[in-house]
């Protein structure tokens, strides 16, 4: 089944030019939104997830309808996968349910793969040089690595400020109280930091 997904950002602006082209792709439902790109929430997307199922095809009218930035776009075309959804995006002629749409789908998930190892090299890093000048680095006592590299990724995405931090906790499979506590334990160990130098 083909599902649309048509957004527009204020109350003013119509959703005709999409929603007319999505029933003319063949959706046989459509969810739509009057929304800014920057709000956190989008309860209608979430509805359409909701409902979305393997083999279904999530419809969207262009890619900016859809995602607010390259990484929101890499983290929802992951759920689709996950669920073993297509994804078409009219006026970018992208159909994941192509060979060439597979392709780009998986220069997505390339994309989200680089960000990661960019900011794992940066951290590394960062811990060399704060080391050259005396300051101790690494892992802190009682705490595995992969303990280390979730509090790490909420507080890089808590400073990014474009999610809630249920978002967070669900994109880690951490509890949103383990979020908090995470955070928590990222400003402490910043503010060890700065008390040593």
């Not at 739509?32 to 095809?57: C, G, M, Q, V, Y």
């Not at 990661?116 to 595995?144: C, F, Q, W």
């Not at 994109?171 to 109280?177: F, G, K, P, V």
Request: charged share 30%; proline share 2%.
């Amino acid at each position: 089944m083909k599902i649309g997904y048509a957004r527009v950002s204020t109350e003013d602006q119509n959703l005709y030019l999409q929603t007319d082209a999505l029933k003319k792709e063949g959706c046989e439902m459509i969810f739509t939104e009057k929304i800014s790109a920057t709000s956190k929430k989008r309860p209608e997307l979430e509805n359409l997830f909701s409902i979305l199922r393997k083999d279904d095809t999530l419809v969207v009218w262009r890619l900016d309808r859809f995602a607010r930035s390259v990484p929101d776009l890499i983290f929802l075309m992951k759920r689709l996968e996950k669920i073993g959804a297509d994804f078409q995006s009219i006026q970018n002629n992208l159909d994941t349910s192509t060979a060439t749409g597979k392709f780009m789908f998986h220069v997505f998930a390339a994309l989200g793969e680089l960000e990661t190892n960019l900011i794992s090299e940066r951290t590394k890093a960062g811990l060399a040089a704060a080391r050259a000048r005396g300051r101790k680095g690494g892992r802190p006592p009682g705490y595995t690595k992969e303990t280390i590299s979730k509090i790490k990724a909420v507080k890089i995405l808590h400073d990014k400020n474009d999610k809630t931090m249920q978002e967070i906790a669900r994109d880690l499979s951490i509890s949103r109280a383990s979020a908090y506590r995470f955070l928590n334990t990222a400003k402490e160990w910043e503010l060890e930091n700065l008390k040593s130098q």
